[in-house]
């Protein structure tokens, strides 16, 4: 069995910079990705950041990822990244079992461990929601800017959040007809900038609308749609049906940290972090020392505060393995203050209601 | 399915590869994954649902939610959306559980 420093689960913006920031302090780091390229959400997003200078707001996301895994590889071994390794198990003893290439199977144990999985799409309910054609708009964009697929024909988006206006407009730069989006909720919920985007194309956003069924044998061929009253129920005879051969389903994402949960890590539902979390400290330190969580798998959030989370936690962790850098309270200082600032005003406020609810 | 023209991004696509899909022969790309390769040949439904025998396609497309395994090269339980394509791959649609040998 290998024995190590520090693992990293997921090379997504926070577990790079987790990396990162770790490595300066001196520590070795193992990351661990079940995907065969590392970046994680990142990779598929063609659109520019929101956010500030420091978290590289105005790149692209894509290109956000390339400059961390420049900076990663600028620390020679003290970064491994191994890819196509799935952490499947995490045990008492700080055992990680690893499925690689999906065939080998073997174990890691480490003297820390920063949990960095990410988020999971969330589905909906509805007749047929089985079929295929019916994705999550997530992976309809990693379809089409990853890989350079069309998904279909033309798409029905269901959830006009940032996610799914966002992804509805990247379908038309890929020439794809978006027949509309909806959403139950009696507002859009995504960004102006990028709904009115989609309006002036001529996407009808319909609010209070739900999905009522897909229709199709083998596929998905079209679907039915209805309004919604202010209670959210269905409203009977305004039924209307697209054609369509692909849906996406973006009506958010929950964290992913089954792993946490398996290692006994104290966790609870938080609805303002959009599911089930583990609680932390404010350095990212679960309720078992030295095991630490950072980005979407800590309750979702955005790119930005994965970072500077990942910087935190990669940072506190080295710490705790005795790699104290000489500026260790200063950097500090300054990514808690770049959380805060991420999650200051109105817009930070659910979020902080989730930190509170979640702090040890 | 392919898209060749993109105002932002530029897919250069790598060596073609060959494989088969159920028998049939299929062309893809290096670099891409079995899942993006099917689909981009029109190949939607990727497994049969355990009891009820419905068709399953992808649908996280990350290796979150196991909708997309299929057997390859004999071996059952396979995520296709992050397993990328080689020559002379067999794939072949999934049919419950699969059998281990
Ligand atoms: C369409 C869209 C638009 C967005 N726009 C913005 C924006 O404008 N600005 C912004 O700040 N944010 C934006 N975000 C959000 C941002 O992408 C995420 O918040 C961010 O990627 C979260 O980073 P992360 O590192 O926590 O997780 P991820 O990026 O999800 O990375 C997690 C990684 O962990 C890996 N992993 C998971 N489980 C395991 C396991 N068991 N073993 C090994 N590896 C594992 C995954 O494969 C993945 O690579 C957007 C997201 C989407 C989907
Ligand atoms: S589509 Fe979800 S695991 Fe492959």
């Given amino acids: ?5 520090l693992l990293i689960i997921g090379s997504g913006p926070a577990g790079l910079c ?63 990244l191994m890819l196509n390794a799935t952490a499947v198990g995490f045990y008492e003893d700080n055992v990680v ?28 309910a509805f007749p047929n929601n089985d079929l295929p054609g019916i994705y999550g708009a997530g992976a309809v964009q990693t379809l089409m800017n990853v890989y350079g697929v069309r998904p279909g024909n033309r798409v029905l988006m269901v959830g006009a959040g940032n996610i799914g206006v966002i992804v509805s407009y990247q379908l038309m730069q890929a020439g794809i007809q978006v027949a509309a989006v909806l959403d139950a909720a009696p507002r859009i919920g995504a960004y102006l900038v990028h709904a009115s985007k989609l309006a002036r194309m001529g996407v009808p956003i319909l609010c209070s609308h739900t999905i009522k069924e897909a229709i199709g044998t083998d596929c998905l061929e079209a679907a039915v749609v209805c309004r919604v009253d202010q ?15 692909v849906m996406c389903v973006s009506v958010g994402l929950s964290p992913l940290n ?18 089930t979390v583990p609680l932390r400290t404010v350095d990212c330190e679960t309720s078992i020392p030295g095991i630490y969580v950072a980005g979407d798998a800590s309750g979702i959030e955005e790119a930005s505060s994965a970072m500077a989370e990942g910087y935190l936690a990669g940072l506190c962790a080295a710490a705790g393995l005795g790699h104290v850098p000489e500026d260790y309270g200063a950097r500090r200082q ?13 817009v930070g406020d659910r979020i902080r209601a989730g930190m509170k609810l979640s702090a040890l | ?48 649902s355990l009891n009820l025998h419905r068709p399953r396609g992808f649908y ?20 296709t959306c992050i397993t990328l394509l080689r020559e002379g791959m067999r794939v072949e649609t999934q049919e419950g559980k699969g059998k281990i040998k």
């Fill in chain 1, 97 to 124: 079992t690893v499925l690689k290439d999906e065939k080998e199977y073997f174990k890691i144990k480490a003297k820390s461990i920063i949990c960095a999985t990410g988020a999971f799409e969330k589905s909906l």
């Fill in chain 2, 1 to 48: 399915m392919r898209i060749t023209q993109h105002p932002i991004l530029n897919f250069d696509r790598g060596k073609e590869l060959h494989f088969t899909f159920n028998g049939q022969p299929m062309t893809g790309y290096e670099g891409e994954t079995v899942a993006a390769a099917l689909h981009a040949a029109g190949v939607k439904v990727l497994a049969k």
């Fill in chain 1, 258 to 275: 089954e792993l946490l949960a398996m290692r006994g890590a104290a966790m609870r539902y938080v609805p303002q972090l959009s599911g």
């Fill in chain 1, 18 to 80: 987790a990396a990162i920031s770790a490595a300066s302090s001196g520590a070795k780091v193992l990351i661990l990705e079940r995907s065969f390229q590392p970046g994680g959400q990142l990779i598929k997003q063609t659109h520019m950041f929101f956010g500030s200078e420091r978290q590289y707001a105005s790149h692209r996301g894509v290109d956000i990822a390339d400059i961390l895994l420049r900076r990663a590889a600028e620390f020679g071994d003290r970064i491994e």
């Fill in chain 1, 231 to 245: 209670r959210f129920r269905p409203i009977p005879g305004t039924e209307r049906r697209f054609d369509v051969d």
């Fill in chain 1, 334 to 346: 300054e990514y808690l203050g770049q959380l805060e600032d991420l999650r200051s005003g109105p």
């Fill in chain 1, 1 to 5: 069995m290998r024995e190590l420093e």
């Fill in chain 2, 60 to 79: 996280c497309a990350i290796g979150n939610c196991a909708s997309c395994q299929m057997i390859v090269d004999g071996a059952p339980n396979v995520r």
